[in-house]
């Protein structure tokens, strides 16, 4: 059984940090494709950050020089380091596991909430 357990979420005002984690297990983690996922309430989901089993990254435009994703291999985890939160960045967060495979798996999701 897959899960993806995210977490670090919360409340931050504008400019502040958060990291968030998820944990992965049901998976053979490291040679999986990791992301991360925002859904803002009325907008389409869209990818955050990516990191290839290799350690490649790609961030979309709106996040680059702020958000740093990572991933630990040997203990399931990846990572979103989330600096200078603008408002905008307010919405739920996913994780997202193994896209480009067979099946990729989603977390629950987590808040994030940027106060101005």
């Known amino acids: 059984q897959v899960q993806l357990v995210e977490s670090g979420g919360g409340l931050v005002q504008a400019g502040g940090s958060l990291r968030l984690s998820c944990a992965a297990s049901g998976i053979i983690f490291r040679l999986c494709a990791m992301g991360w996922y925002r859904q803002a309430p009325g907008k389409q989901r869209e990818l955050v950050a990516g990191i290839t089993s290799g350690g490649i990254t790609n961030y979309v435009d709106s996040v680059k020089g702020r958000f740093t994703i990572s991933r630990d291999n040997a203990k399931n985890q990846v990572f979103l380091q989330m600096n200078s939160l603008k408002p905008e960045d307010t919405a739920v967060y996913y994780c997202?596991?193994?896209?480009?495979?067979?099946?990729?798996?989603w977390g629950q999701g987590t808040q994030v909430t940027v106060s101005s």
């Open positions: 997202n596991a193994c896209k480009g495979a067979t099946r990729d798996y």
